[in-house]
């Protein structure tokens, strides 16, 4: 079966760095994407990753290794807001996207 | 309106009743998709439409009846729910949904409670 693995609630202090890993099984793949949302809102697209390596946005990173079907989202600076769920996501050799049950991250003063 | 709306956002019923949701994206966007998110567990997706054609399925119960009109709107027609249908549901649009790059935009949701 299809799987995607991320912790269930993870606590960082503002100001900090935290990073929010994922580890998937999948039939295929065709990229990986993270999302965030924060509680009662939608999910909003965060990053993808199709190759290997880093990709940089802002205060926001998010790394893939595909041989060993590891992804990790890295947050810098962390703020107040920076409070939310973050969803990893696969697309599969369908084009169909399996997602993780989501890392609720509270961040503290 | 921008994005991705959907309504109502929150909605009550009892089992034996027939309700819709709606949702409507204004993106210029090619494929629709309905997802179930339960607290706790991961996004659950229900149906896909591309190109107003269902491409997907995913073993839901007939209780659930989707609707793609036109690409810009998809609805949800429910009827006989059980409790443990109370969710979010979540729509969602994207260019197209065959592609490798193929971002999805959530709308707000409707907040589902069955009685």
């Known amino acids: 079966g299809q799987n995607i693995d991320q912790p269930t609630e993870m606590t960082a202090t503002e100001g900090a760095i935290v990073q929010i890993n994922c580890t998937y099984q999948?039939?295929?793949?065709?990229?990986l994407f993270w999302y965030q949302q924060h509680a009662g809102e939608a999910p909003t697209f965060l990053s993808y990753n199709v190759l290997d390596g880093l990709e940089e946005k802002g205060r926001f990173s998010s790394f893939l290794s595909r041989s060993k079907g590891y992804s990790y989202l890295l947050l810098k600076e962390l703020q107040m807001k920076d409070s939310a769920s973050y969803l990893c996501a696969v697309r599969d050799s369908n084009y169909q996207l399996i997602w993780g049950a989501g890392t609720k991250l509270i961040i503290k003063p | 309106e921008t994005g991705v709306t959907q309504t109502p956002r929150h909605l009550v019923m009892g089992m034996t009743n027939k309700k819709s949701l709606k949702c409507e994206q204004h993106l210029g966007h090619n494929a629709m998709y309905w997802y179930k998110q339960s607290a706790k567990k991961p996004l659950e997706l229900m149906f896909v439409y591309n190109f107003k054609e269902q491409t997907e399925n995913n073993s839901v119960p007939s209780r659930f009846s989707p609707e793609c009109p036109n690409s810009s709107h998809l609805f949800l027609h429910l009827h006989t729910l059980q409790p443990e249908d109370s969710a979010l549901y979540l729509c969602?649009?994207?260019?197209?949904?065959?592609?490798?790059?193929?971002?999805?935009?959530f709308g707000p949701g409707t907040r589902l409670t069955v009685l």
């Open positions: 999948t039939s295929g793949f065709n990229g």
């Open positions: 969602a649009s994207s260019p197209d949904g065959t592609s490798g790059y193929n971002e999805q935009f």
